[in-house]
């Protein structure tokens, strides 16, 4: 296995806090110089009281949290509260000024570090502790996430590999999951190009599952998952879109999205901390494109969830294989793709296009069709 011979660059980092005590940090590839005064919407402190309740057959937890139901939901065009203050009688979330990213304490949090014990309830019920985060990617309100520079993607990357870092500093956090909802078809209610972090205080059914799955096979073969499975798609080469040396995307054999698209590390890692320099602008630029050959696919913006899965921080685990998920939502123009009863019902997703020829469609689209939608 290699290891990576150059650290990515340091982040330009600088740390507010808010009127309201949350918390903001602004990130930018140079220094970050802000103007003004840093805003928010309101002056009032949040008071999130959000609880969990154990589900005795699923075996996991589900949050409530009642104040999220007057979340910002579409805001009129004049006022985008993820966009920088214009008019200081009508504050948004950010400071004017020179950055690139922004991360700040959501407002309507589904998880608060400092949680309150909840009235008795019934078994199983607790405190909803964790945090949750909202990252713009751009200070521009018309742009994508694909619309970044290759070198801001790249910043991206780090920023998530920051936050995760900070996050598993609290002594709290047990898991961090970045991801971005993008369509109104996903429920997306700010159009603004954001994403979220959410980060528990234990380790959800998914991440669990699958450091499960990773060890148990490190234990049986002793080697990583992910390497085999590099290896197997670059000898096959029938899912493989972009192969870009030190990172690729492709269809996995296993894909329960018609175009369902992963981008991953060519060396097995288990966070983004762990990347190099050379590394990460690697995955930075195999995201960026498969994310333009995604909107180049049907000529259109395509509705997506995009998560990131690095390994539960309560590890070492070094068997997890670092990787990012697109879940596109359209099948094909104009379709979308709805889980019915067997997905919901069951938990096993049926679809109607093989890995393969999916794979052959999207390496057929030029990133360069997704530039200008």
């Not at 200081?88 to 004017?96: D, N, R, V």
């Not at 400092?114 to 018309?142: D, I, L, M, W």
């Not at 920023?159 to 002594?171: F, I, K, S």
């Not at 192969?243 to 590390?265: C, H, K, N």
Request: proline share 11%.
């Amino acid at each position: 296995m290699t290891t990576p011979t150059e650290a990515p660059a340091a982040l330009h980092a600088q740390d507010f806090t808010k009127p309201d005590g949350r918390a903001l940090t602004l990130y930018g590839l140079e220094p970050v110089e802000v103007r003004g005064e840093i805003p928010s919407p309101s002056p009032d402190p949040v008071d999130a009281r959000p609880l969990m309740r154990w589900h005795p057959l699923r075996g996991e937890w589900v949050m409530y949290a009642a104040h999220r139901m007057g979340r910002t939901f579409l805001p009129p065009p004049e006022y985008n509260p993820l966009a920088p203050t214009s008019d200081p009688a009508h504050p948004t979330e950010l400071p004017q000024g020179r950055y690139d990213i922004a991360v700040f304490d959501n407002r309507f949090p589904s998880l608060t570090l400092n949680a309150p014990t909840p009235p008795q309830g019934p078994a199983g019920t607790r405190a909803g502790v964790g945090k949750c985060e909202v990252v713009v990617f751009s200070q521009s309100a018309q742009g994508r996430l694909s619309d970044l520079t290759d070198a801001q993607v790249d910043l991206l990357l780090g920023v998530w590999a920051d936050r995760t870092t900070r996050l598993a500093g609290t002594g709290q956090i047990h898991s961090v999951l970045a991801f971005e909802n993008r369509g109104v078809e996903v429920g997306v209610t700010l159009h603004h190009p954001h994403g979220q972090i959410y980060a528990y205080d234990h380790v959800p059914p998914v991440q669990a599952r699958m450091t499960a799955q990773m060890e148990a096979y490190h234990t049986q073969n002793g080697r990583p998952w992910m390497a085999d499975f590099v290896a197997g798609e670059r000898e096959s080469g029938e899912r493989i879109v972009h192969d870009d040396g030190e990172s690729l995307s492709v269809v996995p054999p296993f894909a329960r999205y018609t175009f369902e698209t992963w981008v991953l590390p060519t060396r097995p890692v288990s966070l983004l901390s762990e990347l190099g320099a050379g590394e990460r602008a690697s995955l930075a630029r195999t995201l960026k494109d498969a994310l333009l050959r995604l909107d180049g696919l049907f000529g259109v913006r395509m509705p997506y969830l995009l998560t990131v899965h690095q390994a539960p921080l309560d590890g070492p685990h070094p068997a997890f294989p670092l990787h990012i998920e697109i879940y596109p939502y359209l099948r094909a123009p104009g379709r979308m793709k709805y889980l019915a009863g067997t997905e919901q019902g069951a938990g096993e997703f049926a679809n109607d296009k093989f890995p393969e020829a999916a794979a052959a469609e999207l390496r057929a689209v030029s990133p360069t069709a997704g530039e200008n939608l």
